[in-house]
C-alpha cells in the first residue's frame, strides 16, 4: 500500500510542481556525444542562423556561447559542438566551470523539438503518466460527455 501512496505523491510532484512530463533516469557515461553535434536554443527557440548567433553572442554576457562553434546547419538550425570537449580524452576541459545547460543535461526540453539522446547515452527518459493513463483520462472524459 506504501508503495502506491509513494508513487502517488512522487507523480503528482513531478507532474504538478516540477512540471515535469518525464522522469530522467541513468547517468553519464561520458561518451561526449551531448558536447558535439547539437543544437541550441536561445529564448526557446533554436538558433538558425550563423547572423542570429553572432548577434546573441554580442547581446547576451552568458560565456556559453562564446565557448560553442558553428560546425553546420541543418533544416531544423545551427549545430554546434563545444570548445571545452577534449575530444582524446573524452572529458571537459572545464568541467568544474561548466555552464548549467551542461549539468542539467539532459533536460525533457530537448523532447519538446523531437530531438533524442545520441544512441549509447547512459540517461534515458521515461514518461510519468503512462499512455495507457492517458487514453483511460481521455476514455473516461469521452463518456462522461456524451452522457
Known amino acids: 500500500m506504501f508503495p502506491k501512496i509513494r508513487n502517488t505523491i512522487k507523480k503528482y510532484y513531478h507532474t504538478k510542481i516540477l512540471k515535469k512530463k518525464y522522469y530522467r533516469t541513468g547517468s553519464c557515461l561520458k561518451c561526449g556525444a551531448c558536447c558535439q553535434n547539437i543544437y541550441v536554443r536561445h529564448c526557446g527557440k533554436v538558433i538558425k542562423t550563423k547572423e542570429e548567433f553572432e548577434e546573441i553572442k ?9 565557448h560553442i562553434t558553428v560546425i553546420g546547419e541543418d533544416d531544423f538550425g545551427l ?5 571545452w570537449y577534449d575530444k582524446e580524452k573524452k572529458l ?4 568544474k566551470k561548466r555552464p548549467s545547460i551542461c549539468k ?14 545520441q544512441e549509447g547515452c547512459g540517461f534515458d527518459f521515461k514518461p510519468i503518466v503512462s499512455f495507457d493513463e ?8 469521452s463518456k462522461i460527455k456524451l452522457r
Open 134 to 141: 492517458v487514453l483511460a483520462r481521455i476514455s473516461k472524459k
Open 79 to 83: 549545430i554546434f559542438e563545444c570548445d
Open 92 to 95: 571537459c576541459k572545464d568541467h
Open 104 to 117: 542539467n543535461y539532459p533536460s525533457e526540453e530537448i523532447f519538446s523539438f523531437g530531438a533524442q539522446l
Open 58 to 66: 554580442k547581446t547576451d554576457n552568458y560565456s556559453f556561447y562564446h
